[in-house]
T-cell receptor, first 111, second 118 residues
Framework: DQQVKQNSPSLSVQEGRISILNCDYT??????FLWYKKYPAEGPTFLIS?????DKNEDGRFTVFLNKSAKHLSLHIVPSQPGDSAVYFC??????????FGTGTSLTVIP | EPEVTQTPSHQVTQMGQEVILRCVPI?????FYWYRQILGQKVEFLVS????????KSEIFDDQFSVERPDGSNFTLKIRSTKLEDSAMYFC????????????????FGPGTRLTVL
């Protein structure tokens, strides 16, 4: 039951360019969305979030866009840096404490 | 900077054995969570815990699983009789407050315990 999907398992981007990571969800009750970044041998760390009352949230180089009608969100990283190379998970929540994660996208930023 | 710690980093056990995974959440946090990630798959929520009781659990968290906060600092996940399919990375997380629709209390994750069931 894959309620949150990240269809691209990997992405490679040149340093300085934009990285766009995509996420789709199926449950229309989801109203809070997050992106996590994970380095090898570490736990996921929170990156940025967005609630369903917004369609965009920006934090420095990171911007999350939410398209509720398409049940789609994306994370834009501009400009991409080698230190951004990690696995990025999107997660979604409706009522309750439970977050549903995607399978992750491995981003490689090439110097 | 405060962080969530987990021990051991890697646990190998025989099928049918009991394992206890340990976590020390951030000291002023009140909400605690366990997640697991089977290799190559998504991170899955197992359980959340607040005020010494389970506040929410997923369908994965069946009777073979239990959680406990035995001494006010540790937060443990016990798997009573391990199965091969329990092999995964188990992440503990903690937050100051609960997730809510209007604000989010960031969940801080530990580095994980890799459980291998043979």
């Amino acid at each position: 039951d894959q309620q949150v999907k990240q269809n691209s398992p990997s992405l490679s981007v040149q340093e300085g360019r934009i990285s766009i990571l995509n996420c789709d969800y199926t449950n229309s009750m989801f109203d809070y969305f997050l992106w996590y970044k994970k380095y090898p041998a570490e736990g996921p760390t929170f990156l940025i979030s967005i609630s369903s009352i917004k369609d965009k949230n920006e934090d420095g180089r990171f911007t999350v866009f939410l398209n509720k009608s398409a049940k789609h969100l994306s994370l834009h990283i501009v400009p991409s840096q080698p230190g951004d190379s990690a696995v990025y998970f999107c997660a979604a929540s409706g009522t309750g404490n439970q977050f549903y994660f995607g399978t992750g996208t491995s981003l490689t930023v090439i110097p | 900077e405060p962080e969530v710690t987990q021990t051991p980093s890697h646990q190998v056990t025989q099928m049918g054995q009991e394992v206890i995974l340990r976590c020390v959440p951030i000291s002023n946090h009140l909400y605690f969570y366990w997640y697991r990630q089977i290799l190559g798959q998504k991170v899955e929520f197992l359980v959340s815990f607040y005020n010494n009781e389970i506040s929410e659990k997923s369908e994965i968290f069946d009777d073979q699983f239990s959680v406990e906060r035995p001494d006010g600092s540790n937060f443990t996940l016990k798997i009573r009789s391990t199965k091969l399919e329990d092999s995964a990375m188990y992440f503990c997380a903690s937050s100051e407050g609960p997730p809510s629709r209007s604000s989010y209390n960031e969940q801080f994750f530990g580095p994980g315990t890799r459980l291998t069931v043979l």
